[in-house]
C-alpha cells in the first residue's frame, strides 16, 4: 500500500486507465495536448494516439505566426497519419506580410489525409479584422461524414462534393456563398443558417437527393432552386428579410431590372419542388414582403 501511494504521489493520475486520459485530452486544445508530452513517461506519447484535435483559440491566446505554423509543423511530424476521427480548425492567416492561410490548409489536408470523419473550419475568433479564409474546393475523402464551415468565403462556382461520397452533414454558418451549385449524392442533412449571403444574381441550385433533413433560415440573397428531394423527411425554412425575392418597389411589373421580383420563376416553383415530399415541413416562415410579392404572383397567374 505504501509502494501504491509513493507511486500515486508521483504521478497523480498513475491510476487512470490511458483510455480515460485520452478522452481529457481530447477536450484541450491541440497546443496544451502537444505539451503533456513533458510530464511523464507514460505521457510522451498520448497525445500523438489522440482521435480528437483541436485547433482552436480564443483572441488573447492565440499564438503568433511563427508559433502557429511551430505547432502545424510540429504536430503533423510527430504525430504521423494515426486515425483520426475529429478535427477543428480556426482558420487564421500564418503570414502577416502576405496574409496567406498556408497552415490552415495543411492542417484541413493533414486531417483528410488521416482519414477524419468529422471537419469543423471556422473563422478564428480575434478581435482586429482579417482577410476570409477561402475554402479549397478539393476536399477528396473516402472517410469524411460531416462538414462543418462557419465565417469562411465558399468561392467556387460549383460546391460539387462528389470527392467525399460518404459525406452525410453539411452545415453552413455567417458564410459567403458565391456559389451556384451545392451538390451531392450521399448528402443526408443539409443546414445553411446564420445569416449566410447567397447570390444576388443567379439562384443557388440544391442537388441532394438522399437528403432527409433541410434547415434554410437567416440568409441573404436570392431563394435557393431545390431539386428534388424524393427522401426528405423534414424541412425548417424561413423567408425574411434577407431574402430577395419580392419587389422593392411593391409593383406587379418592376421596371428596374435588377429587382429581385424577375428572378422569381413564376412558371417554375423555387422551394416547393423539393419541398414536396417532406413528411414533416417544421415550418415555413416568410415575412411581410415575401407573402405579398407571392400574392401579387398568384394576382398574375389567375388573371
Not at 145 to 153: C, D, F, S
Request: with cysteine; net charge negative.
Amino acid at each position: 500500500m505504501l509502494e501504491m501511494a509513493t507511486a500515486s504521489d508521483s504521478d497523480p493520475f498513475g491510476d487512470l486507465p490511458d483510455e480515460l486520459l485520452s478522452r481529457v485530452l481530447s477536450f484541450l486544445p491541440a497546443e496544451n495536448a502537444v505539451q503533456t508530452c513533458v510530464l511523464d513517461t507514460r505521457w510522451r506519447d498520448l497525445w500523438r494516439r489522440l482521435t480528437s484535435l483541436l485547433f482552436v483559440f480564443d483572441g488573447p491566446t492565440f499564438p503568433r505566426y511563427n508559433r502557429f505554423k511551430q505547432l502545424v509543423k510540429l504536430v503533423i511530424c510527430l504525430r504521423g497519419n494515426s486515425p483520426l476521427i475529429r478535427c477543428e480548425i480556426d482558420a487564421y492567416p500564418d503570414d502577416e506580410p502576405e496574409n496567406t492561410f498556408t497552415n490552415t490548409r495543411l492542417l484541413i489536408d493533414y486531417a483528410l489525409a488521416c482519414e477524419a470523419e468529422e471537419l469543423v473550419v471556422r473563422a478564428a475568433d480575434i478581435q482586429y479584422d482579417l482577410p476570409v479564409f477561402d475554402v479549397p474546393l478539393s476536399l477528396i475523402s473516402q472517410h469524411l461524414k460531416t462538414l462543418h464551415l462557419e465565417g469562411v468565403n465558399l468561392d467556387h462556382s460549383a460546391l460539387n462534393f462528389s470527392g467525399c461520397p460518404v459525406l452525410e452533414d453539411l452545415r453552413i454558418q455567417l458564410c459567403n456563398i458565391r456559389a451556384y451549385e451545392i451538390s451531392s449524392m450521399s448528402l443526408k442533412r443539409l443546414c445553411i443558417t446564420e445569416y449566410c449571403l447567397l447570390p444576388d444574381n443567379v439562384r443557388l441550385l440544391i442537388c441532394a437527393p438522399s437528403l432527409i433533413s433541410l434547415h434554410l433560415e437567416d440568409f441573404e440573397g436570392l431563394t435557393p432552386f431545390l431539386e428534388n428531394m424524393p427522401l426528405l423527411e423534414t424541412a425548417h425554412v424561413s423567408l425574411k428579410d434577407g431574402c430577395h425575392d419580392f419587389c422593392h418597389k411593391n409593383k406587379r411589373n418592376c421596371d428596374d431590372p435588377c429587382c429581385g421580383c424577375h428572378a422569381y420563376p413564376i412558371n417554375k416553383a423555387v422551394l416547393l419542388n423539393g419541398l414536396s415530399n417532406a413528411v414533416k415541413l417544421v415550418s415555413l416562415q416568410m415575412g411581410f414582403e415575401m407573402v405579398s410579392h407571392f400574392w401579387q404572383i398568384e394576382d398574375s397567374v389567375t388573371q
